[in-house]
């Protein structure tokens, strides 16, 4: 007799403790794999970070150096005038700059679609 109580299959809650602890676990591990993942990217946006902030340092040099060169080269041609047309074009780049970043935000292709729409399908298939 003990040996077909041992032959059953278990009882639902048995089998829904099983569940929820296989569930947990799956959790566990996308948890654990997400933590990786973000440590990797932290570093690398660090990275990212450091070379493009270096990158415009530097980008700000040459165009600093670029310009005293133009006002040196053209002040014998044009004398002072020279010093608001720089600024002029400095100032239409900034602002074409400006537009483009908005347009960027508004289109909204910073939001992540696809990482969106999978994390939407994953809720739907466990609800």
Do not use: C
Request: aromatic share 6%; proline share 3%.
């Amino acid at each position: 007799m003990a040996h077909d109580e041992d032959n059953r299959p278990p009882g639902l809650i048995a089998s829904l403790g099983l569940v929820t602890r296989n569930a947990i676990g799956l959790l566990l591990n996308r948890l654990e794999l997400a933590a990786l993942e973000l440590a990797q990217v932290r570093n690398h946006l660090l990275q990212l970070v450091l070379v493009f902030a270096l990158a415009v340092l530097l980008g700000g040099f040459a165009l600093i150096y670029a310009s005293v060169t133009i006002v040196y080269l053209a002040w014998a041609a044009i004398g002072w005038v020279i010093l608001p047309i720089i600024t002029v074009v400095f100032l239409l780049v900034a602002i074409g700059l400006i537009l483009y970043a908005r347009g960027l935000l508004r289109s909204g292709k910073l939001s992540l679609p696809a990482t969106m729409a999978e994390l939407k399908s994953d809720r739907d298939m466990l609800l």
